[in-house]
């Protein structure tokens, strides 16, 4: 009751009679802003509800005590001496103002001062409205943090790298001295596979584990940035030499030989990235970016999981990919393609076990184009599956030559596209051509990267069981360079596994090599799988893996790719000199 009164007793001084008693002292409570009314010597009198929930305190608390019970120390003396002298002057000041809760929190608030005066024009009351602003900084700083970061990674966005790529570089701009700076553009190679395979949201726990990687790298004056899908970008401020640029690349290069995992599943992700040093490859954001875009196109060109300086040899024809894309459709419509066909050799026996084919284009536009440029290009335009059918085609009437020759127990290995595979229609196009060219499953092997297996799904099991029930041997292709896993080559009915060039290559210099090759070979006998060393080049390679069970030997030293009829001709020579038939 005493609280009521003393309500009342305000309302009057105020002036306020006129309106009912009960209306002013509604509205009093009721309102959603703070209201703390005090004396003349700025007592505090009263305050409302709102008051009370903002603030943390009671009236009883604050009765007869002065408005600094909640400052906050956030503001210096001479801001509260300006603010009363404003008051004194015009009888009202506004403004955001920081003071303390009860709880002790900091917080803010907007913040109208009145001075009452009766009729005279003599100060009687102060009043004070306030209106709580947390909620609002709260929304204000996730806006500005979600227009200038990435909201998957965190890192900054392509929007606030520009801006931050614009002030350095007027900075650099006004200096007396040369400074340089390098731009990493980073892309990670194959992850539409992994998105297609494995999902986007395992592809987005891969990007948030990239990026912490990456950023761990990152001095605080550089930029790291999430330019947008997988590409991200990294400015490297005032270096003295491009080599630092380097060294830091081969840094992101080795961050990324430990696997990701990922549900209790290892995933290798390997990144390719082009570098552009400031200012002897632009001046400007955007002339920096492209020809460190340009640079890493060329390292994906060039095998990926490596780095590249951009050069002004990579200022080629532009129009390429158009050209690319316009001629590759006309090459599957008009069947511009032909297969190469590589023997593979048993290694106790010495005789041909079977042969892989290998897709040719020669353009009559763009010349002779690399597998590599056009299935890439084709498995980004979605024309892999025309190409893939295609290329079943082809090795069907490759098959038919054999037949016809005399040689109708040599298996051809056709390698299939990962984006084929997965497409509901697979195993019935396969089929269909099967059908088409009158040819039987058992003819033919499929290869499949551990790419292709590497989702555990349903799916793919059923479709790798009902291949094998059709017939077809199945072989996994470059094995130890992807998504390597025990657990897939367990699940799957494979008979042959391939080990990937990149280890038979040193594998008579380096013991690692020789150590991995040997651990896979002795893994594969125990899962009663075949083993093919690909890439195989010389002799010494040779009688090392025959040392060490290996069971199939492909690659030049026994032979390159060769076209059918030559195909023949060396099988005939084989037979003749190595096992001495006619």
Known sequence: MSELKSNRSIMQELALSQFP??????????????????????????INVAFE????????????????ILQSGVHDRAFYIDMWKQ???????????????????????????????????????????????????????????????DSLTEVCNRFAYIERMKALLEVTENQMTPIQHAVLFIDLDRFKQVN???????????????????????????????????????????????????KFAEQVLRVFEAPI????????????????????????????????????????????NCYSFYFDELETDSNRVLTLD???????????????????????KNEIVGIEALVRWNSEKLGFVSPAEFIEHAEESGLIIPLSELIFELACEGYHQLVSAGYPNVPIAVNVSSIHFQQQSFLDSVQTILERNNTSAQSFEIE??????????????????????????????????????????VR?????LKIDRSFIQHICSLDDKQAIVDAIIQMAHRLKMKVVAEGVETSQQVELLKSMGCDYIQGYYYSKPLPMEELIDFIHFWEVEYQGRI
Request: with cysteine.
């Open 448 to 489: 499949v990267t551990e790419r292709t297996v590497m989702n555990s799904a349903q799916e793919t099991v059923s479709k790798l069981v009902k291949l094998r029930q059709l017939g077809f041997k199945l072989s996994i292709d470059d094995f130890g360079t992807g998504y390597s896993s025990l657990s897939y080559l």
């Open 326 to 348: 316009s001629e590759l459709r006309k090459a599957i419509e008009n069947r511009e393609f032909t297969l190469a066909y590589q023997p593979k050799i048993s290694t106790e």
């Open 87 to 149: 008051i004194g002057k015009t009888g009202i000041w506004q403004g955001e103002i920081w003071n303390r809760r009860k709880t002790g929190e900091l917080y803010p608030e907007w913040l109208t001062i009145l001075a009452i005066k009766d009729e005279a024009g003599k100060i009687t009351n102060y009043c004070g409205i306030f209106t709580d602003l947390s909620e609002r900084k709260i929304v204000e700083d996730e806006l500005e943090k979600r227009s200038l970061h």
């Open 53 to 68: 929930f903002v603030t943390g305190f009671k009236l009883e608390e604050v009765q007869g005590e002065k408005p600094s």
């Open 261 to 304: 995992k990922v549900h209790d599943q290892d995933v290798y992700i390997s990144t390719s990235m082009g570098i552009s040093i400031y200012p002897a490859d632009g001046t400007t954001t955007e002339q920096l970016l492209n020809r460190a875009d340009r640079a890493m196109s060329f390292s994906k060109d060039n095998g990926r």
């Open 196 to 246: 297609d395979m494995l999902g986007h949201a395992i592809g987005d726990q891969l990007l948030i584990e990239v990026s912490k990687r990456v950023k761990a790298l990152v001095k605080n004056k550089d930029i790291l940035a999430r330019f947008g899908g997988d590409e991200f970008v990294i400015t490297l401020a005032n270096i003295q030499h491009p080599r630092e640029a380097a």
């Open 21 to 46: 008693k009960e209306l002013i002292e509604r509205v009093f409570e009721n309102i959603a802003e703070g209201i703390m009314i005090t004396d003349r010597y700025r007592r505090i009198l009263s």
């Open 492 to 496: 799957f009915p494979l008979d042959v």
